[in-house]
């Protein structure tokens, strides 16, 4: 129980680590000035969720460590997230249709997690849900905008939702902690999301005038610890102080 309690929380955290530090390398770089301070933000806000998931993690841990520990000083095979969000920021089109394909993802998995009967879980999701609820209106408008936009701009956001559609599915996979949380009413059975979901990216896509994907190959792996190329070096820079000065504390 409690070891399957530990990974089902990092399972959680771990995407939003991951992404945060993909938006927060966008710092100084978004295509606007208000543009690229909402995508600050928004990685602030993951950020702000993944120390309550951390500080959750290390005290059913019981080992002593602190949540930067966790956060910053696991090697590669030790994360857990889907290999969707670490996904490079190959342009704006890809940066926007990652978050899109996640955020809508993350609030129906959020609304369900509200009812879990851990409470610390439930308390977690309930105070997230307000911020991620803006992050997939955010998301799915700028989808919306560069879908139904200029010539480029459709061309180079449909080419992202093709590249990126391989990694959803993965979304859905269960890990045998996973499973051990559904079972004692912990977790989020997240098979049952999976309509939800493409319906609700599907409706985004058509609104936006983009076409939904038609493939069935996906990719998976990183919910296993099996990541793609990206990985080495985000963590590398998401690593960098901790690794270079240990112990270091703010």
């Given at each position: 129980m409690?070891e399957?309690l530990?990974?089902?929380?990092l399972g959680?955290?771990?995407?939003?680590l991951?992404l945060?530090?993909r938006?927060?390398e966008l710092?100084g770089?978004?295509?606007s000035?208000?543009?690229?301070?909402?995508?600050?933000?928004?990685?602030?806000?993951?950020?702000?969720?993944?120390?309550?998931?951390?500080?959750?993690a290390a005290k059913?841990e019981g080992?002593n460590?602190t949540?930067?520990?966790?956060?910053m000083?696991r090697?590669?095979?030790?994360y857990?997230?889907?290999l969707?969000?670490e996904?490079p920021?190959?342009d704006?089109?890809?940066?926007?249709?990652r978050q899109?394909?996640f955020d809508v993802?993350?609030?129906?998995?959020?609304?369900?997690?509200?009812?879990?009967?851990?409470?610390?879980?439930?308390a977690?999701?309930?105070?997230?849900?307000?911020?991620?609820?803006?992050?997939?209106?955010f998301s799915?408008?700028?989808?919306k905008?560069l879908?139904?936009?200029?010539?480029?701009?459709?061309?180079?956001?449909?080419?992202?939702?093709?590249?990126?559609?391989t990694y959803?599915d993965?979304?859905?996979?269960q890990?045998?902690?996973?499973?051990?949380m559904i079972a004692k009413?912990?977790g989020v059975?997240t098979s049952k999301?999976?309509?939800?979901?493409y319906q609700?990216?599907?409706?985004?896509?058509?609104s936006?005038?983009?076409?939904?994907?038609?493939?069935?190959?996906?990719?998976?792996?990183?919910k296993?610890?099996?990541?793609?190329?990206?990985?080495?070096?985000?963590?590398s820079d998401l690593?960098?102080m901790q690794?270079?000065?240990?112990?270091?504390?703010w």
């Amino acid at each position: 129980m409690k070891e399957n309690l530990y990974k089902y929380i990092l399972g959680i955290a771990d995407n939003c680590l991951v992404l945060g530090q993909r938006l927060g390398e966008l710092c100084g770089h978004g295509p606007s000035l208000e543009t690229d301070i909402a995508c600050t933000n928004i990685s602030l806000d993951l950020l702000g969720q993944v120390r309550s998931y951390y500080q959750y993690a290390a005290k059913v841990e019981g080992n002593n460590r602190t949540e930067d520990d966790i956060a910053m000083l696991r090697k590669e095979r030790e994360y857990v997230n889907v290999l969707l969000v670490e996904q490079p920021n190959t342009d704006f089109a890809y940066t926007i249709c990652r978050q899109f394909l996640f955020d809508v993802y993350h609030l129906l998995f959020l609304t369900e997690l509200q009812k879990s009967k851990d409470v610390t879980l439930s308390a977690i999701a309930k105070k997230s849900i307000k911020e991620v609820s803006y992050h997939e209106r955010f998301s799915s408008d700028w989808v919306k905008r560069l879908g139904d936009g200029t010539q480029e701009s459709k061309e180079k956001t449909q080419e992202a939702i093709d590249y990126l559609w391989t990694y959803t599915d993965e979304l859905f996979h269960q890990t045998l902690a996973d499973k051990g949380m559904i079972a004692k009413g912990i977790g989020v059975d997240t098979s049952k999301l999976k309509k939800a979901y493409y319906q609700g990216v599907s409706d985004i896509l058509d609104s936006a005038t983009l076409s939904t994907p038609e493939s069935k190959w996906f990719q998976k792996g990183g919910k296993e610890g099996i990541h793609t190329e990206h990985m080495g070096y985000l963590l590398s820079d998401l690593q960098y102080m901790q690794r270079t000065y240990p112990n270091s504390e703010w």
